[in-house]
């Protein structure tokens, strides 16, 4: 990472974005037939791809400001950018920009990887999503707010924040008695069998250390490192895995009937003393009636709008209702709505609106790591007391140990707002100013800034202004099936499509979305028609509906590309022959011709969500145009399954041949039922 400027290098950057956003652009060639047409550096990309994949955030910090799922490398994405350079001592991938003069399009941009990779470049973008958070991301990232601001906005709003939140997080040290702040507080999970109610835990080890292991009392709670004696008894403790009650024999059950957060009971503070460091400690009376205090000051908050916070059925929301959670305002501790309740009213006073942007961002973001959603993973050496987040498995989990983080603790601690801060703010506007790209060489990759670019921009409100000038971006929560644009008016339409029926990002988003609602309510449209959106918002979906809705999507990418120069080009994988079909239909349909598909690498092996799955681990870079000029594509003579990389090619080829031909949607249908379920 680069080290923070000297004054005097924030004056020459400041300067020098002024006089970037104010000259025209430099002269560019006329656009020729892209090199992406018949050349794309697959072994470069894989090689970047394969090390990004593991550690995304740090890639590219600049898009990390609020959670999205399913984002792809922005090495790729750069990769396929720089191959529409027509200057070409410009498309190397270290070169600066390159794209000035060119609009790019992306229609479904999600967490923005198109719009921030193509503004680095210098071209002026725009993005499309029905969901409004897209839009407010991209609006926060793309924006150019000097950080001294940003960190003076930060400091005093969570100046004022602590000194309301943090009385709620005191204790005192075991070995002095002196005050302390609760890092993060550990429940046991309340469940029944027939003749008893007992606690479930992951496990009764607390924290393993190189010289001493931490344990809980199953019988007594009692938190020791070493022998014990139990001098009380309590509710049992239970580890997980368990599953029948020893005395009766029945299954333990959960309690269904009681709201979610008052099934959980606090066990352990995990705190921090000036003189001790962090320690462990069971609640003692004074933390129990500082806790139970909360809840009944607290507990009822609803915003004058427990309506709007309701669980609506979706593919991954189910899950909420059928662990008998109706409302999201039920998954947080009373501290945490008080959190929530002192940050919204402080930035609705705000008068900044990139500030209440942003921070109204940062904590929406927050909440993946402060909800009682939340479990612990720091039980182990490597694992310093770390909170295991909402969507660590991209889903809704329930966790037996959960933790209920603080999150005004003053250091960056796992999940904190001030490391949130740290690393989504601060870390990505630096590195917004001096981008920074790994070079691999002899198996090491090393850290190579590309001078001159900047992954910032000047947001305009109308298609006319980004005929001029460069680094600027246009922003539409709209349907793109109708979009308001000119015919011919785009250079290049670059962009991930949502990935047909397995991942429901759009549902598992109404966990943020119910809060920014009530954050932002008038920055974008909170009603939005969710039945548009080809993400999976219902339970039930019917299985054209993403073809049709993609095909919609497709019809005005091509009526508004350029016909001479213009390319859609986007990724997509899928091992289903269903999703494939959709696919091509919605391709032929628009009259969109394959000239090309590459093969990169896209996902982490050992991500959370795919490992030890027969995942695929790559992705189809597809590339098309209009239909003019487009040579016939041979059908392949099987599609191989048995490898990821050889199985993407091959769906690439039977792409273009079926586009190529004059196949009817029926035999569409069928030919890829052949190919793929015959293996």
């Given at each position: 990472m680069v080290d923070e400027c000297a004054p005097e290098t924030h004056k020459r950057i400041s300067e020098q974005l002024v006089l970037d956003f104010v000259s025209s652009h430099a002269q560019q060639p006329a656009p020729t037939l892209p090199r992406l047409d018949h050349s794309f550096p697959e072994d470069f990309a894989n090689q970047l791809a394969a090390a990004e994949a593991y550690n995304k955030h740090l890639y590219r910090p600049n898009t990390y400001l609020h959670k999205w799922w399913a984002r792809r490398c922005g090495t790729t994405f750069r990769l396929i950018l720089k191959q529409l350079v027509a200057d070409e001592a410009l498309q190397d991938?270290?070169?600066?920009?390159?794209?000035?003069?060119?609009?790019?399009l992306d229609p479904m941009m999600g967490g923005g990887t198109t719009l921030h990779e193509a503004i680095r470049l210098g071209a002026n973008v725009i993005g499309v999503d029905i969901d409004p958070i897209p839009v407010l991301q991209a609006r926060a990232t793309l924006t150019h707010t000097p950080l001294p601001k940003l960190k003076s906005a930060f400091e005093q709003f969570f100046g004022i924040l602590r000194r309301h939140v943090a009385p709620w997080f005191e204790t005192q040290c075991p070995e002095c008695e002196s005050p302390a702040e609760i890092k993060f507080t550990l429940y046991g999970l309340n469940r029944r069998c027939s003749c008893d109610e007992v606690l479930f835990v992951d496990s009764y080890v607390l924290r393993e250390e190189q010289e001493r292991i931490v344990h809980?009392?199953?019988?007594?709670?009692?938190?020791?490192?070493?022998?014990h004696t139990c001098h009380a008894r309590a509710t049992p403790l239970v580890e997980k895995g368990t599953r029948r009650c020893p005395t009766c024999g029945e299954d333990y059950t959960d309690l269904t009937d009681v709201r979610f957060v008052d099934r959980y009971i606090p066990l352990v503070i995990v705190?921090?003393?000036a003189r001790h460091g962090q320690f462990f400690k069971s609640l003692d009376d004074v933390d129990r009636e500082l806790w139970q205090e909360a809840r009944e000051q607290f507990g009822t908050l609803d915003f004058n709008r427990r309506g709007t916070f309701a669980v609506r059925p979706g593919p991954k929301s189910k899950d909420l209702l059928r662990n008998g959670i109706?409302?999201?305002?039920?998954?947080?501790?009373?501290?945490?709505?008080?959190?929530?309740?002192?940050?919204?009213?402080?930035?609705?006073?705000?008068?900044?609106?990139?500030?209440?942007?942003?921070?109204?961002?940062?904590v929406s973001t927050s909440l993946e790591f402060n909800s009682m959603l939340c479990g612990y993973k720091g039980s182990g050496k490597r694992r310093p007391g770390a909170i295991r987040h909402t969507f660590s498995h991209h889903a809704y989990s329930f966790p037996y140990t959960a933790a209920e983080n603080n999150p005004v603790f003053p250091r960056k601690s796992s999940g904190t707002l001030r490391k949130l801060f740290a690393d989504r703010v601060v870390r990505a506007k630096k590195w917004s100013l001096s981008p920074v790209e790994r070079k691999p060489s002899g198996g090491q990759l090393s850290k190579v800034v590309i001078k001159g670019e900047r992954d910032a921009g000047m947001e305009v409100h109308t298609a006319h202004e980004l005929r001029e000038g460069d680094h600027k971006f246009l922003l539409y929560q709209a349907d793109s099936r109708r979009l308001p644009l000119e015919t011919d008016s785009v250079?290049?339409?670059?962009?991930d499509p949502p990935y047909y029926d397995s991942v429901q990002y759009s549902d598992l988003?109404?966990?943020?979305?119910?809060?920014?609602?009530?954050?932002?309510?008038?920055?974008?449209?909170?009603?939005?028609?969710?039945?548009?959106?080809?993400?999976?918002?219902?339970?039930?979906?019917?299985?054209?509906?993403?073809?049709?809705?993609?095909?919609?999507?497709?019809?005005?990418c091509h009526r508004v590309l350029n016909k001479k120069h213009g390319r859609l080009v986007f990724t997509f994988h899928h091992w289903a022959p269903h999703a494939w079909t959709e696919l091509t239909i919605a391709l032929q349909r628009t009259g969109f011709r394959l000239v090309n598909r590459y093969v990169v690498q896209s996902e982490n092996p050992i991500s959370v969500h795919i490992r030890d799955l027969r995942a695929i681990r790559h992705d189809c870079v597809l590339v098309l145009s209009t239909g003019d000029g487009t040579e016939a594509w041979e059908p392949p003579a099987r599609i191989h399954t048995d490898d990821s990389y050889t199985f993407c090619r091959d769906c690439g080829t039977t792409l273009g041949w079926l586009l190529s031909g004059s196949f009817s949607e029926d035999e569409i249908r069928q030919k890829w039922i052949e190919l793929l379920e015959s293996e």
């Open positions: 991938f270290y070169s600066p920009g390159g794209l000035e003069g060119r609009i790019v809980i009392c199953p019988t007594c709670h009692c938190v020791h490192t070493g022998e705190g921090e003393c109706s409302n999201y305002l039920d998954v947080f501790s009373a501290r945490q709505l008080y959190y929530l309740e002192t940050a919204i009213r402080l930035i609705q006073a705000m008068e900044d609106r990139t500030e209440r942007l942003i921070l109204s961002l940062l250079d290049y339409v670059v962009t988003a109404a966990f943020f979305r119910v809060w920014l609602r009530v954050l932002l309510p008038g920055d974008v449209d909170w009603d939005y028609e969710t039945s548009s959106s080809a993400v999976a918002e219902q339970a039930q979906s019917s299985p054209s509906k993403y073809g049709d809705i993609l095909g919609g999507i497709f019809s005005e």
